[in-house]
């Protein structure tokens, strides 16, 4: 049987240490390229020509890496380490990038590591060291700065966009300054959501899109709507900033696909994106207290960005399936953040859930309790510190969302489209209940209550 991508490593490491001069070496890097094609970096030890030759054999046969393996053993030397050598420079960017192995270095043996070549899913495949948001949590928890949150769902269609919107306006009804973004690129919502069929607007696309040519004469003030209307924020609300996707035009897919090579262009979504949450920041008096990140569904690059690089808290829809456990399994592992003292705030909706006293309730309620406490015992709590099952102050507890046919389909809060009464009907139904207690669990694992206190 031919060798799969998933095997690559591990077959290198066993033809590599079946080489009698092995523990000689101090380190080997292997480099998984963008193809998942295998190249070795060894440094410590200079093998000769014929024991080259041998690894090479070695690695090219059908039981070892095949059409996988490359050919390439880089060696430095001496010679090439001297500081007007071009070649030093490669070799310092592979020890500058590289990872340390899925496995553990044996006494005697060289130390490993992995460097993996991508130009995409960074966010979700690179070391999460490396992934900070844009301000740090102690600026948050102090109250002196916002407190970035993204809302994701692994599957689509689960009600992400409407949760975020009904977590934004609940907020702000009881005084928080609150603004929406919309992250969802391939499939924009909040814009029609908030605002009803309006063609000229600009929004993140275009920030960036326009923003790494343009600098400082592309501006985020103008792509922040000022919601102000007492229908939807009640009587003690403030006003609610949103940001849009921007205009779905004829200009739309080549923005997208722009937006698409950033990270083949030498630009950085990540800053890019953070210099928008600044500037996003900047434009209200005092500051923002929380920024909503409508993120992108399953593996996207954008959604993984959102959770794994900005956010200092995050908002997990899931439904129970075999396919959404199978999907949040890598987020919730993601959110854990094992290189850091604490993992990513979480709180996890059971999004979807049956009605109650419709039959099978209390069962599918169970089950979804039961499979969350299984996954975040295994990928989130840290080891001693697993809680009981039933502790209500838990990540893995979910605040349950049940299905609402109301809230399906066109739904709209703007009162130019839809009226008053309907409006206020839906935002009724958006700002109590579950969604009331999930922006009240929000403000307490930041550390805020739900009815704001005056920012210092």
């Not at 090439?80 to 490669?90: G, K, S, Y």
């Not at 969802?184 to 009803?196: C, K, R």
């Not at 489209?417 to 009724?428: A, I, T």
Request: proline fraction near 7%; include cysteine.
């Amino acid at each position: 049987m031919s060798v799969r991508f998933s095997e690559t490593l591990q077959r290198t490491r066993v033809a590599l240490s079946a080489q009698p001069w092995h523990g000689k070496l101090e380190k080997a890097t292997i480099i998984r390229d963008v193809n998942g094609r295998i190249h070795l970096f060894l440094e410590g030890y200079r093998p000769t020509d014929e024991e080259r030759r041998l690894l090479d054999e070695s690695l090219s046969r059908e039981d070892a890496l095949g059409p996988y393996w490359t050919r390439d053993i880089w060696v430095p030397t001496q010679k090439e380490e001297q500081p007007d050598r071009p070649l030093p420079a490669m070799w310092e960017l592979i020890r500058k990038q590289r990872g340390p192995a899925p496995w553990e270095t044996e006494a005697g043996r060289p130390t490993w590591y992995v460097l993996e070549r991508h130009v995409a899913k960074q966010s979700w495949t690179e070391r999460p060291a490396a992934q900070q948001p844009p301000w740090p949590m102690d600026q948050v928890g102090q109250g002196r700065a916002p407190a970035v949150v993204a809302c994701f769902s692994f599957k689509g269609g689960v009600g992400r966009t409407t949760v975020t919107a009904a977590t934004g306006l609940v907020l702000a009804r009881h005084g928080h300054r609150v603004a929406l973004v919309d992250l969802d690129l391939e499939a924009p919502g909040l814009a029609l959501l908030f605002l009803g069929p309006k063609d000229d607007h600009t929004g993140v696309i275009d920030y960036l899109v326009e923003k790494p040519v343009q600098g400082k004469n592309w501006v985020m003030r103008e792509s922040v709507h000022v919601l102000t209307d007492s229908v939807l924020l009640g009587d003690e609300g403030v006003p609610l900033r949103l940001v849009p996707v921007g205009s779905v035009d004829a200009d739309y897919l080549e923005k997208l696909a722009r937006v698409d090579l950033q990270s083949l262009t030498g630009a950085s979504l990540n800053g890019i994106l953070s210099g928008l949450l600044r500037e996003l920041d900047a434009t209200v008096p005092g500051g923002l207290d929380f920024i909503l990140l409508d993120a992108r569904a399953g593996f996207h690059e954008l959604g993984g960005l959102a959770l794994c690089e900005l956010a200092h808290a995050a908002i997990v829809l899931g439904i129970h399936s075999a396919q959404g456990w199978a999907g949040l399994r890598e987020v919730v592992r993601r959110a854990a953040k094992p290189e850091q003292e604490e993992g990513l705030p979480v709180v996890l909706v059971h999004a979807m859930a049956p009605p109650i006293g419709q039959p099978g309730e209390e069962i599918e309620r169970k089950g979804f309790l039961e499979q969350a406490y299984d996954l975040f015992s295994e990928c989130y709590y840290r080891e001693g510190e697993v809680p009981d099952l039933n502790d209500p102050d838990q990540p893995h507890v979910p605040l349950v969302l049940p299905w609402q046919l109301e809230l399906r389909g066109n739904l709209l809060l703007s009162v130019e489209s839809q009226g008053v009464e309907q409006v206020k009907s839906l935002v009724r139904r958006l700002t109590d209940g579950p969604c009331l207690a999930l922006a009240e669990r929000l403000c307490v694992l930041l550390g805020r209550s739900l009815r704001r206190e005056a920012r210092e």
